[in-house]
Nanobody, 123 residues
Framework: QVQLVESGGGLVQAGGSLRLSCAAS????????MGWFRQAPGKEREFVAA????????AYADDMKGRSTISRDNAKNTVYLQMNSLKPEDTAVYYC????????????????WGQGTQVTVSS
């Protein structure tokens, strides 16, 4: 089993940046591809970004391309999401998750989830 703990959320003004971190427990971190998702109040959880096990491949939601970078450090069992040029519509709880697939956009293909970290972007 993998336990995930997100951090780095907070309140930021529009145009600002945040770096989210997700620390994983266990010695099998590099077995999994990792993803970031977000969920705003009253909305479904949606894909943000994903990275494969070796960091050789990444994927982004269309509205996050060019504004965000996903990365991972397997030695530290941590995955990161750098977000720039934040907009009020980016306000949501952000979750990291593991998947046994190489890269996946689908919530249903992720196995373990963290508790989430709140990101609030003010206008």
């Amino acid at each position: 089993q993998v336990q995930l703990v997100e951090s780095g959320g907070g309140l930021v003004q529009a145009g600002g940046s945040l770096r989210l971190s997700c620390a994983a427990s266990g010695r099998t971190f590099n077995y999994y591809a990792m993803g970031w998702f977000r969920q705003a109040p009253g909305k479904e959880r949606e894909f943000v970004a994903a990275i494969n096990r070796s960091s050789g491949s990444t994927a982004y939601a269309d509205d996050m391309k060019g504004r965000s970078t996903i990365s991972r450090d397997n030695a530290k069992n941590t995955v990161y999401l750098q977000m720039n040029s934040l907009k009020p519509e980016d306000t949501a709880v952000y979750y990291c998750a593991t998947t046994r697939y190489s890269l996946s956009y689908s919530v249903g293909e992720y196995d373990y989830w963290g508790q989430g970290t709140q990101v609030t972007v003010s206008s």
